[in-house]
């Protein structure tokens, strides 16, 4: 079975050897996560996302990197679901998320999800962090 889906993600913030950054201080990024799942059983699947970020700073807004997040899917009773995605980002940074994702409201053709990413990033010159987000979207 192949679904679809679109979301919302709001970081929340992360931490590095400097300590941790909000995303609600200066500067503010939200991301639009969007892609397909390959279902091969009830309980085992392949995730394609992309997630195209913008970033709002000193009140100019742009597009500030797009995510290309290929994953694993772990679906386990009860609307829950562990993702493990590879990150490859084009603003230079790589890494890898897991995701915990959980059915918020089941209808007869789509479903509302929430999910939180854990970020894990490296590279471009900065040092290595771990960040937290909330993701709420529509699978289709």
């Known amino acids: 079975m192949i679904s679809g889906y679109f979301a919302v993600i709001q970081p929340i913030g ?3 050897k400097h300590g941790f950054t909000d995303n609600f201080s200066g500067i503010h990024v939200i991301g639009f996560p969007f892609g397909m799942n ?5 309980n085992f699947g392949i995730s ?3 997630v195209p970020s913008i970033r709002t700073e000193h009140g100019i807004s742009r597009v500030n990197s797009v995510l290309f997040h290929p994953g694993a899917m772990l679906r386990f009773k009860h609307g829950f679901t562990f993702i493990g995605r590879a990150a490859f980002e084009t603003s230079g940074r790589f890494g890898l998320t ?3 994702s959980q059915v918020l409201a089941k209808g007869k053709h789509t479903n509302m999800y929430g999910a939180l990413p854990f970020p894990v990033r490296f590279g471009n010159d900065q040092p290595a962090s771990i960040g937290i987000g909330v993701q709420i979207g529509v699978r289709f």
């Open 98 to 100: 897991p995701v915990v």
């Open 14 to 16: 992360s931490w590095n």
């Open 48 to 50: 394609f996302e992309v």
């Open 38 to 42: 390959i279902l091969k059983s009830d």
